[in-house]
C-alpha cells in the first residue's frame, strides 16, 4: 500500500485525524478509498452510501428548481420515500436569496487548502449566509456534539473566509453565518447553529494548529497511531484492516461530503 503524495483537508479529513490518526492515515495519505467491509456488512453499507448519494441529488435538482416529487414519491425504495416527505412535510427553513447547490469553497491557510462541500447555500439579500447541510445517517447526531463538531467549524469558517465571491463581492461577517443542519430520519430534531466573531478567531487557531500539526509528523505509519476508543473502532469502515471488527455495530460512519472525494482539490503535505 503506497503512500500518496497528497492530502485533502476538509472537514472529513480534520475529523477523521481527531478521531483516530490512523483512520487518517488510511484514508487521506494511502488512500484506501473504501476498504472492504465484513462480506456480511456489504450490501448494507453499498446501499447506505448509495441512498445518501441519491437523496443529496435530488437535494440538488430541488434547489435548481427541477421537480423531483413524482421520483422520488415513486422511486419504490421505502426509506428514501419517507425522507422525502419528511422534506415536504418539514423541510428547513431559508430565507430568500440566491441559492447555491452543491458549492466548494476553499481558503489557503498555512500554505495549505481547506475545502468546505456545502450542499446549499443561500445569499440573503441583507448580507447573511445561510449554510444547509443534509444528514442521510441512521443515528441522529446529538446537537450538542454537532455543534461542536469539525464540520460545524469548518463550514462556518470557510463560509465567511470565502464567502464574498457569493455575496456579491460582500465580505460576510461571522455574525452573519448560520448553518441549518437537517437529518432526514428527524427533520424537526436540529436547531440553526449561529456563529460569533470570537468563535471565527477560535475556529482559526483551531484548525491552523492541528494542520501545523499534521504537517510536522513523519510520513510514516508509526506517526498515526489507532484510536484508543473501542466506540470509534465500531463505527469505522477500516476496522478489518485493523484487527478490531470484533463488536462492529451494523451500520459504519460515513461523511455525506466524501460522496464525490476524489474530485476534491489536493495539498501536498
Same mark, same amino acid.
Given at each position: 500500500m503506497s503512500n500518496g503524495a497528497t492530502i485533502r483537508f476538509s472537514q472529513s479529513s480534520l475529523s477523521a485525524y481527531a478521531q483516530c490518526p490512523r483512520r487518517f492515515w488510511l484514508r487521506y495519505v494511502c488512500r484506501v478509498e473504501w476498504p472492504a467491509p465484513l462480506s456480511e456488512e456489504m450490501a448494507v453499507w453499498e446501499r447506505a452510501v448509495e441512498r445518501g448519494a441519491q437523496f443529496h441529488h435530488w437535494?440538488?435538482?430541488?434547489?435548481i428548481g427541477v421537480g423531483v416529487d413524482a421520483w422520488a414519491l415513486e422511486c419504490g425504495d421505502e426509506m428514501l420515500v419517507r425522507w422525502w416527505k419528511n422534506w415536504l412535510q418539514t423541510p428547513a427553513e431559508f430565507p430568500a436569496g440566491v441559492v447555491y447547490s452543491e458549492v466548494q469553497l476553499s481558503v489557503p491557510l498555512l500554505s495549505r487548502r481547506l475545502v468546505a462541500q456545502y450542499d446549499r447555500i443561500v445569499a440573503a439579500?441583507?448580507?447573511?449566509?445561510?449554510?444547509?447541510?443534509?444528514?442521510?445517517?441512521?443515528?441522529?447526531?446529538? !446537537?450538542?456534539?454537532? =455543534? +461542536?463538531?469539525?464540520?460545524?467549524?469548518?463550514y462556518?469558517?470557510?463560509?465567511? %473566509? @470565502?464567502? #464574498?465571491?457569493?455575496?456579491?463581492?460582500?465580505?460576510?461577517?461571522?455574525?452573519?453565518?448560520?448553518?441549518?443542519?437537517?437529518? !432526514?430520519?428527524?427533520? =424537526? +430534531?436540529?436547531?440553526?447553529?449561529?456563529?460569533?466573531?470570537?468563535?471565527?478567531? %477560535? @475556529?482559526? #487557531?483551531?484548525?491552523?494548529?492541528?494542520?501545523?500539526?499534521?504537517?510536522?509528523?513523519?510520513?510514516?505509519?508509526?506517526?498515526?497511531?489507532?484510536?484508543?476508543?473501542?466506540?470509534?473502532?465500531?463505527?469505522?469502515?477500516?476496522?478489518?484492516?485493523?484487527?478490531?471488527?470484533?463488536?462492529?455495530?451494523?451500520?459504519?460512519?460515513?461523511?455525506?461530503?466524501?460522496?464525490?472525494?476524489?474530485?476534491?482539490?489536493?495539498?501536498?503535505?
Open positions: 437535494m440538488h435538482q430541488d434547489s439579500a441583507d448580507g447573511r449566509i445561510y449554510i444547509g447541510d443534509w444528514k442521510t445517517g441512521q443515528r441522529v447526531p446529538d !446537537a450538542t456534539d454537532l =455543534a +461542536a463538531s469539525w464540520q460545524t467549524w469548518v462556518r469558517f470557510v463560509a465567511v %473566509e @470565502a464567502g #464574498a465571491m457569493l455575496n456579491g463581492g460582500r465580505a460576510v461577517r461571522p455574525e452573519d453565518v448560520v448553518l441549518v443542519y437537517w437529518h !432526514a430520519n428527524a427533520p =424537526a +430534531a436540529l436547531e440553526p447553529i449561529s456563529y460569533s466573531a470570537r468563535e471565527h478567531d %477560535e @475556529a482559526r #487557531a483551531k484548525i491552523e494548529g492541528t494542520l501545523a500539526e499534521i504537517g510536522q509528523l513523519p510520513r510514516e505509519e508509526s506517526a498515526f497511531p489507532m484510536t484508543e476508543d473501542g466506540q470509534v473502532c465500531k463505527r469505522c469502515s477500516y476496522a478489518s484492516l485493523c484487527q478490531r471488527a470484533e463488536g462492529r455495530c451494523e451500520v459504519v460512519d460515513i461523511e455525506d461530503d466524501e460522496r464525490g472525494w476524489d474530485n476534491m482539490p489536493e495539498d501536498e503535505w
